[in-house]
């Protein structure tokens, strides 16, 4: 089953915009991580945020992470058409000495115009 | 270093037919996913490894795939027979993960994409 679920499904903006990406999950999660998959690619690692941080960068990623809303947020300033791709979060939710495994959402599909 | 490789990239069969996918993880990495991503959505964990064990295949149709871990290191998936929905991509991913450990980051192969006629 999908936990996480991306909104919007998807997403287009004209180079140089910004794009934000929202994840909402179901239940609680050690971590959050967010890849992107370009088409015909394999998933791409883009950032990891633990259920103790409320945000982090990486470049020209930010992520945000609110436990008391269980959500997610990825913002790519200054979009560039490289960056077009579908983007997937997913979560770790380990329970109690079982073992860890990411669930992913259905992504959302980032086209950046140039 | 080298990343998750998979073979073939690419491969058509007729329903019934049997098929077969290779993975070889990133050297070092414990833990290998076998994952499903049907056209349009996420991917969906298959059966998990830890070494050459299986720690999750709840998610694994039993009756018709199959996959293994020998030695620890490469791993095959196959599919007897297969039939007209296992058309998708199949991805293979490792990672450094370890039994009562967070997954942390996995890294993901190119994929094998398979179409069912």
């Known amino acids: 089953s999908q936990q996480g679920e991306e909104d919007p499904q998807a997403l287009s903006i004209q180079e140089g915009e910004n794009a934000t990406m929202n994840c909402s999950y179901k239940?609680?999660?050690?971590?959050l991580q967010w890849y992107r998959q370009n088409s015909g690619r394999g998933l791409v690692h883009l950032i990891l945020i633990r259920s103790n941080e409320r945000e982090k960068h990486s470049g020209r990623l930010r992520v945000t992470l609110d436990t008391s809303k269980k959500s997610s947020s990825l913002l790519i300033t200054a979009s560039r058409a490289a960056d077009t791709a579908s983007y997937f979060c997913a979560t770790d939710r380990g329970s109690g000495g079982s073992n860890y495994k990411l669930t992913f959402g259905k992504g959302t599909l980032l086209t950046v115009n140039p | 270093e080298a990343g998750v490789a998979q073979s073939p990239r690419y491969k058509i069969i007729e329903k019934r037919q049997s098929v077969a996918f290779w993975c070889n993880p990133i050297?070092?990495?414990?833990?290998l996913y076998w994952y499903q991503q049907i056209l349009g959505q996420g991917p969906k964990l298959l059966i998990q490894?830890?070494?050459?064990?299986?720690?999750?295949d709840s998610q694994l149709p039993k009756d018709r795939f199959s996959a293994e871990r020998l030695k620890g290191v490469d791993s095959t998936l196959k599919i007897q027979p297969a039939k007209l929905e296992d058309s998708a991509v199949y991805l293979c991913a490792s990672s450094l993960a370890r039994l009562g450990t967070a997954a942390e980051t996995q890294y993901f192969g190119p994929g094998t994409r398979l179409l069912v006629l």
């Open positions: 490894f830890q070494n050459n064990g299986v720690v999750d």
């Open positions: 050297s070092g990495h414990a833990t």
């Open positions: 239940t609680s999660i050690n971590n």
